[in-house]
């Protein structure tokens, strides 16, 4: 009898009224690259605004993440990439405007085993050699890769096709958005990566600037040379400063433009992201600060309301600050 | 046909027949010790090393009054475990009152025809669908099409609906074991077929009806999938709405709206981490979570041992 009351008592429970919280709350949602970055901002927003204002923060990929946020459920989506234009369809159907903000930098290191002592640097043509689709089976040497390499079995590992990442990576290098050859080894789990190539002198893998930071002693960064400049080795002083190319990428937020006008503790949050000492923040969960004219340009972005995209698409080697003047389109 | 005396004229030796037979079945148990053996200590392997590895914040008492955080070191499950409890309590008060009046009408009352036999047939599938499959479900029909949100309610019902198949089948099992002498005996007493039920068959029944609900639930705890199909979140830094406060009405359902994270989406996110500390941290999760399931095991020993006594 007890049970029965109970589930009559769950059924009228449910259909009280939705949204009576009396404290506001900030929903952020998308990438899961971008979530470190986003947790650690909660955080200390949170703490500051205790009481006040909480900030939630899922973990629903950039594909979904967008979803929801041109359904209006989110105010705040995290992305690794910029929005597709069928996304950005979403959005216009559902009369959501957004507002385009870098949130961090994030390199893609290209690692091998610290026992690979015969790689000192890569250029990207050679890296493309390595990963373009007609590579599969042909490429599976490193002696195929540049004269002098020894005649070692060459293993690849990389982010799982489904990732940003591995978006970034393939139009960085081999120059067509999620086109690569299919036999190397892929995780979404950038660890298993990491172990993945720390326990095999033939590796080579590739995964954010963070993973690579916190397994210095299992795993060798190459440098990368682009367009025949100098090799750059990745650090977060080159990701930061833009000269570690073409596979330094931004991260962004998007936020909902009527969020943001019309919920005060939204906006707030927004302002707190561009704040310099937070900047520490971002370099904590291993992602490299914004720079000060990027801070800016994006303080400017957000407080003139600039509604829409300034990318057509998915570019390399881009300058945040160039970006953030352009032209928006939505 | 041979008689036994004709087969030991004829020669069969029987004595080493039966040698042969019983070294067969030491055979057997050996194969069977070595086996379970495997079985075991693979999972005590597995869970001491979770331990071991989760021993430096598992120690910590913060670690089970602290929220997550980006340092892996002051990082807590609090808000984890609170919502995995809630979502548990939510899925109990649906599935199992459900589930067990399914089994019973199934077993007890549906006439046997046509339509019995789909269903029938459809809740035994039902019970093999992958958890994703519902998460999607749920994800269509509550968060999209009745716009529920992602809410502690939300994810108590899908978790419901996935384990009501186990509960009906295991219900169902439970009453078609009670001997039909039961049944006959009361309809003999003058019983009418809700008193043989209420009186007999459901008391009898009662230790594999609870073993199965517990089942059920044991299997709810630690899904995945589907909640973070419905948009669970990962980071949330306060509590829901307490059930019961000093103010009128004393009882509030405000709770079942209120976003949450559970323990095993909270783990995913650290072992996935950079650093190092991130996966102490998540293997110290990862005790919590056995330990819950555990004890929800514990809890349906003793209730089935109650309901012998």
């Known amino acids: 009898m007890k049970k029965h009351l109970m589930f009559g008592a769950v059924l009228a429970g449910s259909f009280v009224a939705q949204n009576a919280v009396a404290v506001d709350t900030v929903q952020v949602d998308g990438s899961s690259t971008v979530f470190p970055v986003s947790e650690a901002m909660a955080e200390e927003f949170g703490n500051a605004n205790r009481g006040e204002i909480r900030v939630t923060v899922g973990l629903s990929g950039t594909g979904g993440g967008f979803k929801k946020f041109c359904r209006g459920e989110t105010d705040i989506t995290g992305a690794s990439r910029p929005i597709r234009p069928e996304e950005l369809e979403l959005c216009k159907e559902n009369g959501i405007e957004f507002i385009e903000l870098p949130v961090a930098m994030d390199a893609l290191s290209v690692v091998v085993s610290p026992q690979n002592d015969w790689v000192d640097h890569l250029t990207v043509e050679e890296l493309q050699k390595m990963w373009e689709p007609e590579a599969q089976g042909v490429i599976t040497n490193w002696n195929q890769v540049r004269e002098g390499f020894p005649d070692r079995p060459l293993n690849l590992f990389g982010a799982g096709t489904d990732s940003g990442t591995y978006d970034y990576f393939t139009t960085a290098i081999v120059g067509e958005e999620h086109s690569s050859r299919g036999d190397f080894t892929a995780s979404e789990d950038d660890n298993v990566l990491v172990m993945g190539v720390a326990n095999d002198h033939n590796a080579l893998g590739f995964f954010g600037l963070a993973y690579f930071l916190e397994n210095q002693d299992k795993l060798k960064a190459v440098p990368i040379s682009w367009k025949g400049g100098e090799p750059v080795e990745p650090t977060k002083e080159t990701a930061g400063d833009g000269e570690y190319q073409p596979l330094t990428r931004p991260l962004y937020y998007y936020a909902n433009k009527a969020s943001v006008e019309e919920k005060e503790h939204v906006e707030k949050f927004a302002e707190f992201l561009f704040q310099e000492e937070n900047g520490d923040l971002v370099s904590e969960v291993g992602y490299v600060p914004l720079g000060e004219r990027v801070r800016e340009a994006a303080l400017r972005v957000l407080a003139d309301r600039e509604v829409g995209t300034a990318y057509q698409g998915s570019e390399v080697g881009v300058d945040v600050v160039e970006t953030l003047e352009r032209e928006k389109h939505y | ?309």
Do not use: C, H
């Open chain 2, 1 to 309: 046909m041979k008689t036994l005396s004709e087969n030991i004229k004829s020669g069969i030796d029987y004595a080493s027949l039966s040698r042969k037979n019983r070294s067969r079945d030491i055979i057997f148990a050996s194969l069977g010790i070595i086996v379970l053996f495997i079985a075991i200590t693979t999972l005590v392997a597995l869970f001491l090393d979770l331990a071991v590895r989760g021993a430096p914040r598992l120690t910590d008492p913060d670690f089970y009054t602290s929220f997550p955080s980006r340092r892996p070191l002051d990082a807590g499950i609090l808000s984890a475990w609170v919502g995995t409890i809630m979502v548990m309590l939510v899925t109990a008060v649906i599935a199992v009152p459900l589930g067990i009046a399914a089994g019973l009408y199934l077993e007890e009352y549906a006439g046997k025809n046509w339509l019995t036999d789909v269903i029938e047939v459809n809740v035994s599938n039902l019970a093999g669908v992958p958890s994703i499959v519902y998460g999607l479900l749920a994800l269509g029909l509550f968060v999209q099409t009745f716009g529920m949100g992602e809410t502690v309610l939300v994810a108590g019902l899908v978790l419901s609906l996935l384990i009501l198949p186990i509960i009906i089948v295991s219900t169902r099992e439970a009453i078609r074991s009670i001997p039909n002498e039961l049944r006959e005996a009361a309809y003999g007493l003058g019983a009418n077929q809700w008193q043989t039920m209420a009186m007999y068959i459901i008391p009898a029944a009662k230790p594999g009806i609870i073993t199965g609900a517990i089942v059920g639930l044991s299997r709810a705890i630690g899904e995945t999938a589907p909640i973070i199909t419905i948009g669970a979140l990962s980071f949330i830094a306060f509590l829901p709405q307490s059930p019961v406060s000093g103010d009128f009405p004393f009882i509030s359902f405000e709770w079942l709206n209120s976003g949450f994270t559970v323990m095993p989406i909270q783990m995913f996110g650290w072992v996935s981490r950079p650093q190092a500390d991130f996966q102490i941290t998540a293997a110290a999760a990862g005790v919590v979570l056995i330990v819950m399931t555990l004890m929800m095991n514990a809890l349906a020993i003793y209730i089935r041992y109650r309901a012998r006594k």
